[in-house]
């Protein structure tokens, strides 16, 4: 590539970061244009293109990517000094490619308008309303397990693969666009990722690949979380990009799936973010409460638990560091702790409603 085009190339890097700034105040703009615009158009045909290859593309791609950038720094690692800034032209125009396609095939729905706008909800809440929809979760949950197991104390096993939870994820989703048809998910493009093992030395159970738009689960974690996991990876897909808000389309697509065992994983799953916010409200109030939750839940909760601890390493904070300061450089100032606030938009959303 000639220098003209790399230097032009450098600065159209500068005009897309401006741009974004200019965006992040015209939410209302990204929702309508991007979010329900060009994005729906650009994920069908991705999860078209790629959803019925049976092992990960992007992850392929971002082998073969590693691959050629180590080549690429060790055959030009003496131009570092002999020509640097050509050197750096060159790194300058593939990082504006990469920004280009990293916003234009998903990245732009950081800067759509929040969720509880999209749905007329409140996002704050009492403490009151936090104990009474905590409440109600324990009942529906408890009843749940019991129908699975005549043990209270006994966690509970899935009976089918994780593979064919994959398959049962567009049940959960039909029924949620009922309610809302723009969360309609056709061309399932759910895959687990090829590097799970290192994945989940990280610290994570899944991410979404912008550049294919395929949802992919860390293959190792427990059978119990992947229902939950895949509905929210498949939210990230539909467009919802800040994790809160992934969370409660996933925990609302696992609890109205027909699937009974879905259905536990997501009442349980948003009543163990119920507890930890009560927890942090009232520990007295929390304290009361733990023992009306069957044991066999508890149990699961440990299962999740003790498989994070098997695999606790030095540099695992390092990694949730820099995802914390990714999620408050694109547009989710609270980084990390952002993915609390799934609380606010459960209590709110079933405000009057049946669990």
């Not at 593979?163 to 687990?192: A, C, D, M, W």
């Not at 927890?279 to 508890?298: A, H, M, Q, S, V």
């Amino acid at each position: 590539m000639r220098k003209n085009k790399k230097l032009g190339l450098v600065i159209f890097l500068g005009i897309q970061i401006l741009m974004i700034l200019i965006l992040k105040k015209y939410p209302e703009f990204v929702e309508r244009f991007y979010s329900n615009g060009l994005y729906i158009g650009i994920s069908k045909l991705m999860r078209f293109v790629f959803g019925w290859v049976p092992f990960s593309v992007g992850d392929v791609f971002y082998t073969l990517a590693s691959i050629y950038i180590l080549r690429w720094l060790y055959l030009n690692r003496k131009r570092i000094i002999k020509d640097t800034l050509n050197w750096l032209l060159d790194i300058g125009a593939t990082l504006s490619i990469a920004y280009f396609a990293f916003h234009i095939l998903w990245a732009f729905n950081y800067y759509r308008q929040p969720l509880y706008k999209s749905l007329n909800l409140d996002s704050d809440y009492t403490t009151e309303q936090l104990v009474s929809f905590t409440k109600k979760l324990i009942v529906k949950s408890n009843s749940i397990h019991n129908e699975l197991s005549s043990v209270d104390s006994i966690k509970i096993e899935f009976p089918f693969s994780k593979s064919e939870v994959f398959n049962k994820v567009q049940n959960g989703y039909e029924k949620l666009s009922r309610i809302y048809p723009h969360l309609n998910y056709q061309t399932k493009s759910i895959k687990k990722s090829i590097y799970s093992t290192p994945l989940t030395y990280m610290g994570f159970s899944g991410y979404l690949n912008p550049f294919t738009n395929e949802a992919q689960v860390d293959g190792l974690i427990p059978t119990y979380k992947f229902p939950t996991t895949s509905c929210h990876e498949v939210a990230h897909q539909l467009g919802y990009a800040a994790e809160n808000e992934a969370n409660f389309i996933g925990s609302l697509a696992a609890i109205l799936n027909e699937d009974i065992y879905f259905r536990y994983s997501g009442y349980t799953f948003a009543l163990r973010y119920c507890l930890a916010e009560l927890f942090k409200r009232d520990p007295e109030i929390y304290k009361t409460i733990l023992p009306t939750i069957n044991k066999g839940i508890i149990e699961n909760y440990l299962e999740v638990k003790a498989f994070w601890m098997t695999y606790e390493n030095p540099i695992e904070p390092i990694f949730e560091k820099t995802f914390d300061s990714f999620l408050k450089v694109n547009n989710q100032s609270a980084g990390m702790k952002s993915y609390s606030y799934v609380v606010a938009l459960l209590v709110n959303y079933y405000d009057n409603k049946e669990l």
